[in-house]
DNA sequence: CTGAAAGCGCTTACAG
DNA sequence: CTGAAAGCGCTTACAG
């Protein structure tokens, strides 16, 4: 690895000038260019970007803040990440993946982070993560709607939205009795969601009852992965058989739904109705029946949050949305139908 | 963010003396200390990384290569990403993702890559990625042998004993007839699972049909996310029914393979078995029947990995291997059983 | 279009 | 145990 004054010398022109050949801050005579590429191929020479970083405050580096420290991802978190990375490298950016708790890193004193701005997944109503960032004077966008005393910029879908025309979907199916298996107790995204649900039931005209709605479970919870599968048990058991659809927040919770009715010899669409949020195509058809979801378009969001964010450091240009929703859609698979005659799906013990 | 040199004024000391008490790297009288810490918390000081990477030529960051610009995440990668991240934590160490082709990266002039090693997945033939990395001096490890003139350290399962293993297995239920859906053909470890499942047949005297062995599609392929449904179509149909039992590459693979089966109307395990590569319990256990698989143990090959990579760079004591090889093991559930009697299986067309 | 020099915010011998 | 000073490898006004 060489350094900056030994191509200078060799091409015979100053360190600034290799500087602006390669940063093109600068316009540099052809002549002068070529030069200076030369030498810098010859001694195999490449600006070393902390050096670059120390004076132009820029790391060239985002976060992406994952919570958690063991984690699982479905096909949303992969999409989504796809997508970050994807988007950041059009503008030369590189992305630090950020998943462990503080409480959990090794070094008691810290050193300051190296990246420009962050972006934050899966926020929740008190997230300290929020309260860093602000602290450290880190730019963010949430992937969510936060609680924060300052306004920050938001990347989602409507969550309201999203739940009202399931619920309206299955309305039109025929459905009233649906139980909700929701994301963790403790997102805002759940709050949301749960809000509306509760919203567009009232609407129907049904009363809630409690095997209506769940939250997963934290990851750190040993019932994390067995989510879906356990709760449609509770659901079948504690609704008598009366639940007519199910809806799973993602596709690994729909799997464990499909597989815990099967145990039950309830039969999917006919008996039940699964409908999940979000998940991809190549897993969602993989299951007998392929499963109905709602698009969440994850790699939307992942561009979207870097350029917003990249908006925020002046790196793109435009304004920055406060609040930037992404359009989501019904896919229409296999997994819902007309809901089935009053008890028809009744389990019998 | 303050700086050292506010912090030294206000504690009345020098600004090595404050480099000293972050970097804990001499020791500072217990009172020194105090009156550092008081003030670097009254200014909200921390120490900057990037300065500091300056002078110590350490960046606290390794980086994670995956191939492709975009991508499928397995739960082998998923597990694996994850352990990598929380072991690189606990020596205070952060991952970069980085997993964009070259040629794709929009700035022409890239400066450094701002990281002290790298983690290198799934190794092709010829991969670009060995040769940058040699080219830069950075120091990495690669998850699976690979082609390079100077030997370079590897974490890696025994390829070659898990397909004899696996082989072995299904020759123990009175499988002979056995299509193997392979990762993809230009990686170094479909080589080896190659290589061990042609002796394995050749040793139980199984002459190998074209039918027996197909590769994962590339992932620009869009044939990429059908690879077990389809493969699986081709091999019933080319081996005229007389297959009995498939290997498939990964989890997702695996669901297209039963998808394919049941289509067919064939029943798993009684008509054709089905073993499945490395996958998660929480989703090898939700299909009908739950996947027979080998646990390729993808937490401890990232933990590895990164001990390795860390040993290299000498933060981690300890002599580093040239090639360490992680355990990996049988997981029973239902998708294996005896082969059927000779044309059981064989499809009516 | 190009150069000389200061400076980014730390760490590290060297000296005491 | 602590300090003064040089230096890490770049970029950036300033001057021409």
Redesign the pocket.
């Known amino acids: 690895?060489?350094?900056?004054?030994e191509?200078?010398k060799l091409a015979?022109?100053?360190?600034?000038?290799?500087?602006?050949v390669?940063?093109q801050?600068?316009?540099?005579?052809k002549?002068?260019?070529e030069r200076v590429l030369r030498a810098s191929r010859e001694l195999n020479?490449?600006?070393?970007q902390?050096?670059?970083s120390?004076?132009?405050?820029r790391t060239m580096a985002i976060g992406l803040t994952i919570p958690h420290g063991r984690f699982f991802f479905s096909a949303f978190h992969t999409q989504f990440i796809n997508s970050v990375v994807l988007e950041a490298a059009r503008y030369g950016y590189r992305v630090l993946l950020d998943m462990i708790p503080a409480q959990d890193i090794a070094t008691p004193f810290l050193?300051?982070y190296p990246i420009d701005g962050a972006v934050v997944m899966d926020p929740r109503e008190a997230d300290d993560r929020i309260e860093l960032m602000q602290r450290e004077g880190i730019p963010f966008v949430t992937i969510g709607r936060v609680q924060a005393t300052a306004p920050t910029p938001t990347v989602d879908n409507d969550n309201r939205k999203i739940v009202r025309d399931i619920c309206d979907y299955l309305f039109a199916l025929g459905h009233g009795r649906i139980a909700f298996l929701n994301a963790g107790v403790s997102t805002t995204v759940a709050a949301d969601r749960r809000e509306s649900f509760l919203e567009a039931m009232a609407g129907r005209g049904v009363r809630i009852e409690p095997w209506m709605m769940f939250h997963k479970p934290e990851l750190s919870d040993e019932r994390y992965s067995n989510y879906g599968y356990e709760e449609t048990k509770r659901v079948i058991e504690d609704s008598g058989g009366r639940a007519t659809a199910l809806i799973a927040d993602d596709d690994r919770t729909a799997f464990g739904c499909l597989h815990a009715l099967k145990e039950l010899g309830l039969d999917v669409p006919n008996d039940i109705s699964v409908f999940v949020i979000c998940g991809d195509d190549s897993m969602l058809t993989r299951s007998t029946p392929a499963l109905t979801s709602m698009d969440l378009r994850p790699a939307d969001l992942g561009a979207r949050a870097v350029t917003t964010l990249l908006r925020m450091l002046g790196i793109v240009d435009g304004d920055v949305d406060e609040r930037c929703i992404v359009d989501s859609g019904i896919v229409e698979r296999s997994s819902c139908a007309a809901a089935p005659n009053q008890g028809r799906n009744r389990v019998e013990r």
């Open positions: 690895m060489s350094k900056i004054d191509v200078a015979r022109v100053s360190k600034g000038t290799v500087s602006n390669f940063s801050k600068r316009p540099t005579s002549e002068v260019t020479y490449v600006p070393n902390i050096a670059r120390l004076v132009t405050k050193a300051s």
